[in-house]
């Protein structure tokens, strides 16, 4: 079910043509799963017009779920699953309303679904402007995805003109590192909530890219192993390869994630030789901050190699943070500020100037406690990633009265157990007066398809 969703909603939107120019240049894209760079089939037909279902049809699906027919309820569940985003309110108000329990856990289980397949879908970007600058499109664009970018060395940044309706949000950002030579930082580690942008990232001209939804993936390089075991007798040498590759979600749309071994159901040369590993190995990859994460698909050298990797499929396990709320804690010139999430309590207090050298500014720190639940020493794994998020304090969280961001500079630690964890944390450039945080506060697991193509083999 929710796959077909899924195909369906990327689906709608592969009739729209977007067209991007950069000086003199025109470059048209259609917007669909086949129009990943490095695919080899031709972009798919476009699809018919879905045709939005009225307010009283979706008011009789919801009513169908009472019945005491199998068939009515399963049907009904289906259509409003196919109505998606546009069903949501109806169900919402329903689910508060009279509803039998039987109604009340289908509601909750549909709209869970709803927002499962609206996350896998990914953000759809509309944007029709004539040549403005590349950071104004890139800050439209991450605005519509709910993140902000942040340049780094990004130097002069070209005019842009963008024509974009209902377009997956990646394919727009593919286009636009194409134009402009900027796109996502590969092992940058900022703030989570911003999409980090420098000059040659992991979308650039060339690169091959599989969209996915909400998420990208884009292989980096290959590395090549061959290795004999002593240990054996009559030793026989064997080879394997990596593929180093990136995983690219949408930072303050999504939190930290886990990233799982890829798991590869076909991989195949231009000989017909089956690539995958008996042993690919089971490593996990711990939280992954700033939307760019890391990880290796392990595959096995044949004994007759082709020339290029026809094929490489399967997808990618991982956790992911969703369901992000925002905390705000001002600073007091005396006394504790504190807030709480999930019985986790967080506080600011001990704001204080710090002597500095002559002729020099000096530096402002404060006491900033995380407390576990009631003192537990065990926390569950949802409280353990929230506790993980709340020790990520940096750029663009920490802000003076007038809302300029602070910058970090150094932090101790100390205390823990029952009395949680204390951080002293000095920063400069203004005086605190709010902290503000942004954690998710829920966890799924994910399986995020791939399908590479026309990879080169080491």
Known sequence: MRKQLFRKWLGLSAGVWTVITLASAV?????????????????????????????EQIHQWIMQLASHRYAIRHAAAKDLMAAG?????????????????EMRHLLRQDLDKIVHADLLRGPLITLDAKNISARQAFERVCQQAGTTPKFINQGVMPQVTIHAHDVPFWQVMQKLAILTGISPSQGYYGNAQQMTL???????????????????IAPQSITYSRNVNFMQAGPAATATFNIQASLLSIPGKMGPMQIQQAVVTKAVDNHGNSLISATPGNMWYGMQMGGVANFNIALQWPHHPGTKITEVKGYIPVIVSLHKKKLKLKFKA??????????????????????APAGQSGMWQFKYTIVQPAGAFNPNSNQQNMMNQLEQINSDTILTAGGRTIQTNGWNGGGGGPQGMTYEVNVMGGKPAELRLAVFTRQETLQIPMDLKNLPMP
Do not use: Y
Not at 28 to 44: D, H, T
Not at 336 to 352: A, P
């Open 27 to 55: 470059i048209c894209f259609m917007p669909s799963a086949a129009c990943a760079v490095g695919a080899s089939e031709p972009a798919a037909a476009p699809a018919e017009t879905a045709v939005t279902p009225t307010r």
């Open 198 to 216: 420098v000059p040659n990232g992991v979308l650039g001209k060339g690169h091959i890219v599989d969209m996915a939804g909400a998420f990208a």
């Open 334 to 355: 005396k006394g504790v500020s504190s807030d709480s999430i999930d019985g986790i309590k967080i506080s600011v207090s001990d704001l204080k100037m710090q002597p």
């Open 85 to 101: 985003d546009g069903a949501v309110p109806a169900m919402k108000k329903a689910l508060a309303g009279l509803t039998t329990p």
